[in-house]
């Protein structure tokens, strides 16, 4: 990922563990940044720890910064919707507990109508109630270090090749990606 010329965005993004988060949108050109965080919680400063305790209300997020004349929001929000179950409360696959839920933090009032567009008008795609939550993003943490570009440094991990890895083919699938 290397800094695009033209104005950038961020937004923020739940869609279950951070790491598959992160594996799969640090693949799209326009994609500047993906920091993995915490987010939509009230503790301060929480750990990684804390967090998966599920007392903190915040989820696993990645905060990403793109360059919407390369990647608009739309196409960020059809990744997202393909790379997770946007139906399931509170787990993705064996993750389970709202540490893992589907959420959008937009930045501002066009992130949330376009988000609220998008999920809207692909609820017809799912046979259930589409439940990501979609909020004003208040503070975001960063993660701790050793979560950053995760899948990258360890691809031959158990959980690597068995959760992330089939999302990233999955979404390289649908998106013509090699």
Same mark, same amino acid.
């Given at each position: 990922? *290397? ?6 965005? *961020? ?10 988060? &992160?594996?799969? @949108?640090? !693949? @799209? ?19 990684y720890e804390e967090v998966c305790t599920g007392t903190t209300g915040?989820?696993?997020?990645? +905060?990403? +910064?793109?360059? %919407?004349?390369?990647? %608009?929001?739309?196409? $960020?929000?059809?990744? @997202? ?7 399931? !409360? ?14 959008? $933090?937009?930045?501002?009032? &066009?992130?949330? *109508?376009?988000a609220q567009e998008f999920l809207a008008s692909h609820q017809k ?7 990501? &939550? ?9 993660? &701790?270090?050793?979560?950053k570009k995760y899948y990258d440094k360890n691809k031959l991990n %158990?959980?690597? !090749? $068995?959760?992330?890895? %089939? ?7 649908? @998106?013509?990606?090699?």
């Amino acid at each position: 990922m *290397k800094k695009m010329a033209g104005k950038t965005e *961020k937004i923020v993004f739940g869609g279950g563990c951070f790491w598959c988060t &992160e594996a799969v @949108f640090s !693949m @799209f050109k326009g994609v500047v940044a993906t920091v993995p965080g915490y987010a939509g919680g009230n503790s301060k400063n929480p750990t990684y720890e804390e967090v998966c305790t599920g007392t903190t209300g915040h989820a696993e997020v990645l +905060e990403i +910064e793109y360059d %919407p004349g390369v990647a %608009p929001l739309e196409k $960020l929000l059809d990744i @997202f919707i393909t790379m997770h179950d946007p139906t399931s !409360m509170n787990r993705q696959g064996a993750d389970v507990g709202s540490q893992y839920r589907s959420i959008i $933090l937009y930045m501002n009032d &066009e992130q949330k *109508k376009t988000a609220q567009e998008f999920l809207a008008s692909h609820q017809k795609d799912f046979g259930k109630p589409i439940v990501t &939550e979609i909020k004003k993003l208040d503070q975001f943490y960063p993660a &701790e270090g050793y979560h950053k570009k995760y899948y990258d440094k360890n691809k031959l991990n %158990p959980y690597c !090749m $068995l959760v992330i890895g %089939p999302k990233v083919d999955k979404v390289k699938k649908k @998106f013509r990606l090699r």
